[in-house]
Protein backbone atom coordinates (compact mmCIF):
# COMPACT_ATOMS: atom_id res chain seq x y z
CA UNK A 1 0.00 0.00 0.00
CA UNK A 2 1.47 2.97 -1.53
CA UNK A 3 1.49 6.14 1.24
CA UNK A 4 2.37 8.94 -1.12
CA UNK A 5 1.47 8.40 -4.57
CA UNK A 6 2.70 10.30 -7.11
CA UNK A 7 -0.17 9.16 -10.08
CA UNK A 8 1.62 10.52 -13.76
CA UNK A 9 4.85 8.98 -14.28
CA UNK A 10 5.61 11.56 -16.58
CA UNK A 11 5.26 15.14 -17.61
CA UNK A 12 6.01 16.85 -20.94
CA UNK A 13 6.12 20.83 -21.12
CA UNK A 14 7.85 23.44 -22.95
CA UNK A 15 10.32 25.76 -21.78
CA UNK A 16 8.73 29.15 -20.36
CA UNK A 17 6.01 27.38 -19.10
CA UNK A 18 4.19 26.09 -16.03
CA UNK A 19 5.14 22.43 -14.74
CA UNK A 20 3.01 21.04 -12.19
CA UNK A 21 3.48 17.83 -10.89
CA UNK A 22 1.00 16.22 -8.63
CA UNK A 23 1.36 14.20 -5.57
CA UNK A 24 -1.41 12.25 -3.14
CA UNK A 25 -1.21 10.94 0.35
CA UNK A 26 -2.92 8.89 2.23
CA UNK A 27 -1.79 8.55 6.00
CA UNK A 28 -3.25 11.56 8.06
CA UNK A 29 -0.16 11.35 10.18
CA UNK A 30 1.57 13.09 7.89
CA UNK A 31 2.54 16.33 8.54
CA UNK A 32 5.62 17.71 6.88
CA UNK A 33 6.30 17.47 2.83
CA UNK A 34 9.36 17.71 0.88
CA UNK A 35 10.05 17.82 -3.04
CA UNK A 36 13.49 16.35 -4.14
CA UNK A 37 15.03 16.11 -7.61
CA UNK A 38 17.26 13.56 -9.40
CA UNK A 39 19.17 13.48 -11.87
CA UNK A 40 20.72 10.31 -13.77
CA UNK A 41 23.49 8.76 -12.05
CA UNK A 42 22.87 11.05 -8.71
CA UNK A 43 21.43 10.73 -5.66
CA UNK A 44 18.06 12.82 -4.90
CA UNK A 45 18.59 16.59 -4.03
CA UNK A 46 16.18 18.82 -1.62
CA UNK A 47 13.78 21.30 -3.75
CA UNK A 48 11.54 22.83 -1.35
CA UNK A 49 9.34 21.64 1.69
CA UNK A 50 6.41 22.62 3.27
CA UNK A 51 4.91 21.97 7.20
CA UNK A 52 0.98 21.19 7.17
CA UNK A 53 0.41 24.11 9.14
CA UNK A 54 1.05 26.02 5.87
CA UNK A 55 -0.90 26.13 2.21
CA UNK A 56 1.78 27.33 0.17
CA UNK A 57 5.59 27.91 0.21
CA UNK A 58 7.43 29.79 -2.15
CA UNK A 59 11.12 29.28 -3.60
CA UNK A 60 12.37 31.16 -6.60
CA UNK A 61 10.90 29.57 -9.49
CA UNK A 62 9.29 26.73 -7.26
CA UNK A 63 6.23 26.57 -5.03
CA UNK A 64 4.62 24.16 -3.22
CA UNK A 65 1.04 24.26 -2.59
CA UNK A 66 -0.89 21.75 0.30
CA UNK A 67 -4.39 20.72 0.40
CA UNK A 68 -4.56 19.02 3.72
CA UNK A 69 -8.44 18.12 3.36
CA UNK A 70 -7.69 16.61 0.29
CA UNK A 71 -4.54 15.07 1.20
CA UNK A 72 -2.78 16.11 -2.05
CA UNK A 73 0.47 18.59 -2.74
CA UNK A 74 1.57 19.74 -5.51
CA UNK A 75 4.90 21.42 -7.04
CA UNK A 76 4.41 24.63 -9.36
CA UNK A 77 7.43 25.17 -11.60
CA UNK A 78 7.57 28.51 -13.55
CA UNK A 79 8.83 29.26 -15.87
CA UNK A 80 10.28 25.60 -16.78
CA UNK A 81 13.90 25.48 -18.01
CA UNK A 82 15.17 22.77 -20.19
CA UNK A 83 17.47 22.32 -16.94
CA UNK A 84 14.57 21.15 -14.94
CA UNK A 85 14.27 18.25 -16.69
CA UNK A 86 15.00 15.65 -13.79
CA UNK A 87 12.54 13.09 -11.59
CA UNK A 88 10.98 14.90 -8.93
CA UNK A 89 9.62 12.90 -5.76
CA UNK A 90 7.35 13.83 -3.41
CA UNK A 91 8.28 12.92 0.29
CA UNK A 92 6.29 13.36 3.49
CA UNK A 93 7.17 12.62 7.32
CA UNK A 94 4.66 12.12 10.03
CA UNK A 95 4.17 13.96 13.48
CA UNK A 96 6.25 13.04 16.56
CA UNK A 97 5.29 10.15 18.75
CA UNK A 98 3.77 8.34 15.69
CA UNK A 99 5.56 5.23 13.47
CA UNK A 100 6.09 7.85 10.37
CA UNK A 101 7.87 10.17 12.65
CA UNK A 102 11.60 10.89 11.11
CA UNK A 103 11.38 8.75 8.46
CA UNK A 104 10.43 9.81 4.62
CA UNK A 105 8.17 8.27 2.53
CA UNK A 106 8.37 8.80 -0.78
CA UNK A 107 6.09 8.19 -3.91
CA UNK A 108 7.10 6.73 -6.52
CA UNK A 109 8.53 9.81 -9.07
CA UNK A 110 7.16 11.69 -11.76
CA UNK A 111 9.98 12.10 -14.82
CA UNK A 112 9.72 16.28 -15.92
CA UNK A 113 10.64 16.83 -18.99
CA UNK A 114 11.04 20.58 -20.73
CA UNK A 115 11.83 21.12 -24.27
CA UNK A 116 13.41 23.89 -25.79
CA UNK B 1 28.05 19.76 -1.10
CA UNK B 2 27.82 17.47 2.36
CA UNK B 3 30.30 15.29 2.76
CA UNK B 4 28.89 11.68 2.03
CA UNK B 5 30.56 8.95 -0.27
CA UNK B 6 28.89 5.63 -1.07
CA UNK B 7 31.25 2.52 -2.03
CA UNK B 8 31.28 0.67 -4.38
CA UNK B 9 29.44 2.35 -6.85
CA UNK B 10 28.64 -0.44 -9.09
CA UNK B 11 28.65 -3.90 -8.05
CA UNK B 12 27.94 -7.21 -9.75
CA UNK B 13 27.37 -10.30 -7.63
CA UNK B 14 26.26 -13.57 -7.50
CA UNK B 15 23.01 -14.96 -6.31
CA UNK B 16 23.49 -16.56 -2.50
CA UNK B 17 26.99 -14.18 -1.97
CA UNK B 18 26.91 -11.66 0.41
CA UNK B 19 26.96 -8.45 -0.29
CA UNK B 20 28.04 -5.29 2.37
CA UNK B 21 27.69 -1.76 0.73
CA UNK B 22 28.94 1.41 2.50
CA UNK B 23 28.33 4.67 3.47
CA UNK B 24 30.65 7.60 5.04
CA UNK B 25 29.53 10.94 6.00
CA UNK B 26 31.93 13.67 7.13
CA UNK B 27 29.39 15.84 8.53
CA UNK B 28 29.06 14.11 12.20
CA UNK B 29 25.24 14.17 10.92
CA UNK B 30 23.29 11.72 13.93
CA UNK B 31 21.18 10.03 11.40
CA UNK B 32 21.86 7.70 8.30
CA UNK B 33 19.23 5.72 5.87
CA UNK B 34 19.42 3.22 3.64
CA UNK B 35 17.05 3.53 0.81
CA UNK B 36 16.41 1.40 -2.29
CA UNK B 37 15.10 2.91 -5.88
CA UNK B 38 13.30 0.92 -8.34
CA UNK B 39 10.97 1.72 -10.86
CA UNK B 40 7.79 2.30 -9.88
CA UNK B 41 8.49 2.53 -6.42
CA UNK B 42 10.37 5.18 -5.88
CA UNK B 43 12.64 5.12 -2.72
CA UNK B 44 11.90 2.76 -0.21
CA UNK B 45 13.46 2.56 3.21
CA UNK B 46 15.37 -0.69 4.20
CA UNK B 47 16.86 0.33 7.53
CA UNK B 48 18.36 3.25 9.34
CA UNK B 49 20.33 4.48 12.02
CA UNK B 50 20.04 7.28 15.22
CA UNK B 51 23.21 6.82 16.75
CA UNK B 52 25.93 4.48 16.87
CA UNK B 53 24.86 1.07 17.79
CA UNK B 54 21.74 2.50 17.23
CA UNK B 55 19.39 1.10 14.39
CA UNK B 56 15.73 -0.12 13.16
CA UNK B 57 14.00 -1.50 10.52
CA UNK B 58 12.51 0.19 7.32
CA UNK B 59 9.69 -1.41 5.71
CA UNK B 60 11.25 -3.39 3.31
CA UNK B 61 13.94 -4.78 6.12
CA UNK B 62 13.77 -8.31 4.89
CA UNK B 63 17.24 -10.06 3.53
CA UNK B 64 19.23 -6.80 5.21
CA UNK B 65 21.50 -6.09 7.94
CA UNK B 66 22.94 -3.24 9.01
CA UNK B 67 25.46 -1.92 11.24
CA UNK B 68 27.13 1.52 12.84
CA UNK B 69 29.80 1.21 15.12
CA UNK B 70 31.07 4.37 14.12
CA UNK B 71 29.20 7.74 13.56
CA UNK B 72 30.65 8.41 10.18
CA UNK B 73 30.59 4.49 8.70
CA UNK B 74 27.03 2.96 8.09
CA UNK B 75 26.72 -0.13 6.45
CA UNK B 76 24.08 -2.22 4.37
CA UNK B 77 24.90 -6.08 3.88
CA UNK B 78 23.18 -8.33 2.47
CA UNK B 79 23.16 -11.24 4.06
CA UNK B 80 22.59 -13.63 0.65
CA UNK B 81 21.48 -11.43 -2.11
CA UNK B 82 19.12 -12.53 -4.82
CA UNK B 83 18.02 -11.19 -8.60
CA UNK B 84 14.72 -9.14 -6.23
CA UNK B 85 17.42 -7.26 -4.37
CA UNK B 86 18.79 -5.64 -7.58
CA UNK B 87 18.47 -2.59 -7.61
CA UNK B 88 20.48 0.93 -6.73
CA UNK B 89 20.74 1.77 -3.30
CA UNK B 90 21.20 5.39 -1.43
CA UNK B 91 22.49 6.32 1.91
CA UNK B 92 21.20 9.52 3.20
CA UNK B 93 22.52 11.44 6.28
CA UNK B 94 20.46 14.06 8.70
CA UNK B 95 21.37 16.33 11.41
CA UNK B 96 17.45 15.72 12.47
CA UNK B 97 14.79 13.55 12.59
CA UNK B 98 12.69 15.46 10.91
CA UNK B 99 13.68 19.88 9.70
CA UNK B 100 13.73 21.92 6.86
CA UNK B 101 15.62 20.50 4.25
CA UNK B 102 15.04 16.76 4.59
CA UNK B 103 17.81 13.99 4.32
CA UNK B 104 21.08 14.56 1.58
CA UNK B 105 21.71 11.72 -0.24
CA UNK B 106 24.67 9.95 -1.67
CA UNK B 107 25.29 9.43 -5.21
CA UNK B 108 24.20 5.68 -5.17
CA UNK B 109 25.24 2.12 -5.72
CA UNK B 110 23.74 0.76 -8.43
CA UNK B 111 23.72 -3.31 -7.18
CA UNK B 112 23.02 -6.15 -9.80
CA UNK B 113 22.71 -9.86 -8.90
CA UNK B 114 23.34 -12.45 -11.66
Known amino acids: DQQVKQNSPSLSVQEGRISILNCDYT??????FLWYKKYPAEGPTFLIS?????DKNEDGRFTVFLNKSAKHLSLHIVPSQPGDSAVYFCAASGLAGGTSYGKLTFGQGTILTVHP | DAGITQSPRHKVTETGTPVTLRCHQTENHRYMYWYRQDPGHGLRLIHY???????DKGEVSDGYSVSRSKTEDFLLTLESATSSQTSVYFC?????????????FGSGTRLTVV
Open chain 2, 92 to 104: AISEREVGSGGYT
Open chain 1, 27 to 32: NSMFDY
Open chain 2, 49 to 55: SYGVKDT
Open chain 1, 50 to 54: ISSIK
